[in-house]
């Protein structure tokens, strides 16, 4: 696990303004992840996942909740580390790059607000230290989101 990234994530998750700390723990995320190609949150909001603050290309602005790997892990409340999306049954390609997926369930007292997700324009990008790392940096999102 990555103690440093999560020191870091904590910190700035002090901001008391939500959006200002979110966008904020996105871009240092995405700066000191290496080999992706896209980093952001998925929010739920009408029976749906809409796209939060994100680093990268244009993306999906809303995904239904059970399609593609974010819909699915929202659906399922359960961590998704797909080595080859391409692979993947209903997989939504918003970026062609990208070949790997992590997606972390926004969880707090197993109620779900989301999803972090993150890809990769490598094959099986994703490692057992990446699930622990995001999804202890998911569980402070959790705690942010709910303030």
């Not at 700035?12 to 992840?33: M, P």
């Not at 699915?72 to 939504?92: M, P, S």
């Amino acid at each position: 696990m990555n103690n440093e990234l999560i020191k870091q994530t904590e910190s700035i998750l002090e901001e008391k303004d939500k959006l200002a700390s979110l966008c904020n723990v996105i871009a240092l995320l995405y700066e000191q992840t290496r080999d992706i190609n896209w980093l952001g949150l998925y929010l739920y909001k009408n029976k749906e996942l809409v796209l939060g603050p994100f680093q990268g290309k244009v993306a999906c602005t809303h995904i239904p909740i059970g399609r593609g790997v974010c819909g699915t892990a929202y659906e399922k409340k359960q961590l998704l580390n797909v080595d080859n999306v391409h692979n993947f049954t209903g997989h939504i390609a918003c970026d062609s790059a990208s070949n790997s997926e992590l997606v972390v369930p926004l969880l707090l007292d197993n109620k779900i607000y989301g999803v972090l997700d993150i890809d990769s324009p490598l094959l099986d990008r994703f490692t057992y230290e990446d699930e622990e790392t995001f999804t202890a940096v998911a569980h402070l999102i959790s705690k942010k989101l709910t303030e």
